[in-house]
């Protein structure tokens, strides 16, 4: 028999290769019907039998479905030729479909009855990621002078449709994203309490309203989740009971985070119901929508003055369940969230990549402060973009946000090497959600809390000061208090004895950050 992985690859990229709400939204559609449909579609129409129940003996079938999810699959086919013409199919289906969606695979031989699913499944991860590491997507040609491009990309138009009384001229990548919409439900409604509630699928519809035209993009993934899943899985070197285990465990990781996300709804629909937020509903429409939610991954994207307290409401739900128990084991389960607020045209898969970036940088602070053998716990790290973003994240940040007169605040390697945990400033983020120490989100809060009573111009002149150095905001803050003695109850000198200041994350989130 064979054992096969699939893996996608470039999901990301593709997903938000574009700027239009309903096309990135038709590409998640795409990559999540990817395995789940297409993949069992080439089974089918190779006339292949196929089954995903344990109970099901493979000599009754061609293709036993091990799991799919989370932008990966294991199928177990009892030859090689048959996986050989499924994945020929496989590949047809995706070309027509789903173009540009690229996925690897990796398959060895194995007797059920005597191979240890440990090392089979060690040896085929191994594979997949040589793979990955050597995989070289062509590029696609483009057009040529005698063709008309793609309005959304350099790629030839193959066809047009009316949008806003205009002809639109689109690629076969753009058509395949809008199609797939027409004959799918998926994330566009939300039921709650008897009420049907709508996603948007349109960046103009997430509630902004006349000069407040920001929105967040959140991505939230889980930590070392590849780690706790191979040191589940390797408990179990019989092959049928490590397939059962290996299918158990991946449907009730997605089943948590799906959780989590429709509990954040909730929330969030219960807090615009206020008179507060109630601005940001309309027409029983949200001002969210899910992008991918899939395994251990959750992106989505909100209107702006929401995506702070969004992402910190998820991660303390996740903090709260804080594991999921399989058969007798308890895995333990913590994750990252990062948040790119923009304005609403900016580009998204520049906003994807800052928020990427920021869910990247909460992960290596974790680390660091835990250590590699540590709780990394749930941290969260955001940036706002004002006007065009071209560098890097930590290199804009040390351009920014350091001052020259202070010293580097960057910690050293708890292990003693030459690495270091970049930090700033004037930047306290990445922030921990839960739990104590200077890092925590409960010293945002508070901080947030006693500047509530500031005049925005206020916060205004104090950021500027923040800008300028330390004594400028010595003396701004000893000014501000001889003029109103209960201005804020905290120090003069708002730099901590690393040179580095929480006052200024809260004035730069002031206007973006709603507790839901």
């Excluded at 995706?94 to 009855?113: F, M, Q, R």
Aim: hydrophobic content about 35%; some cysteine.
């Amino acid at each position: 028999m064979i054992f096969c992985l699939y893996d996608s690859t470039g999901i990301q990229n593709y997903i938000f290769n574009s700027n239009k709400l309903k096309e990135i939204v038709g590409g998640s559609e795409l990559v999540r019907k990817m395995f789940k449909e297409f993949l069992i579609a080439a089974i089918k129409n190779c006339n292949f039998k196929y089954s995903d129940d344990d109970k099901d003996n493979m000599m009754d079938i061609d293709v036993k479905i091990i799991y799919i999810g989370g932008g990966n699959a294991a199928l177990l086919y009892k030859d090689k030729n048959i996986m050989k013409k499924v994945n020929e199919e496989f590949s047809t289906i995706l070309l027509k479909n789903a173009t540009s969606i690229g996925y690897v695979t990796a398959y060895c031989e194995v007797d059920i009855d005597k191979d240890n699913f440990k090392e089979k499944r060690n040896e085929l991860l191994n594979k997949l990621e040589q793979k990955k590491n050597m995989n070289f997507r062509g590029t696609r040609l483009l057009g040529l002078p005698i063709t008309k491009p793609s309005v959304n990309n350099e790629y030839p138009a193959i066809c047009s449709y009316t949008e806003d009384n205009k002809e639109i001229y689109i690629s076969t990548e753009i058509k395949c994203r809008r199609d797939i919409l027409k004959d799918t439900n998926q994330f566009n409604n939300f039921n709650y309490n008897g009420e049907k509630y709508e996603f948007p699928m349109e960046l103009d519809e997430l509630g902004q309203s006349e000069g407040e035209n920001y929105i967040g993009v959140v991505h939230i993934d889980g930590n070392n989740m590849g780690h706790e899943i191979d040191k589940f899985l390797s408990e179990f070197d019989d092959f049928t009971e490590g397939m059962k285990a290996m299918r158990e465990l991946s449907s009730e990781i997605d089943r948590v985070y799906k959780l989590f996300f429709e509990d954040m709804v909730k929330n969030l629909i219960n807090n615009i119901k206020t008179e507060k937020l109630k601005f940001l509903l309309k027409n029983n429409t949200l001002p969210i929508r899910p992008v991918i939610k899939e395994g251990d991954d959750i992106t989505f994207i909100c209107n702006g003055k929401l995506a702070l307290g969004l992402a910190v409401n998820i991660l303390k739900s996740i903090n709260k369940k804080n594991s999921v128990k399989i058969r007798n084991y308890e895995i333990p389960i913590s994750a990252c969230a990062g948040v790119a607020i923009v304005k609403s045209h900016f580009p998204i898969d520049r906003a994807y990549k800052i928020a990427e970036n920021c869910c990247s940088a909460a992960k290596r602070k974790g680390k660091f402060l835990k250590g590699e053998n540590g709780t990394v716990g749930n941290w969260l790290d955001f940036h706002i973009v004002n006007s065009g973003m071209t560098n890097e994240l930590d290199e804009m940040r040390a351009k920014n946000y350091n001052l020259g007169s202070l010293k580097d605040p960057s910690l050293p390697s708890l292990s003693g090497d030459n690495n270091k945990l970049p930090q700033y400033n004037l930047l306290y983020r990445p922030w921990c959600i839960m739990g104590e120490g200077k890092y925590s989100w409960e010293n945002f809060e508070k901080i947030f809390k006693s500047f509530k009573n500031w005049p925005k111009s206020k916060l205004m002149n104090l950021r500027d000061a923040f800008l300028e150095g330390r004594e400028e905001v010595v003396d701004f803050m000893i000014e501000a208090r001889s003029k109103k003695p209960d201005v804020c109850k905290i120090d003069d000198d708002l730099f901590d004895t690393y040179d580095m200041t929480p006052y200024y994350d809260v004035v730069e989130a002031f206007d973006y950050y709603v507790e839901i």
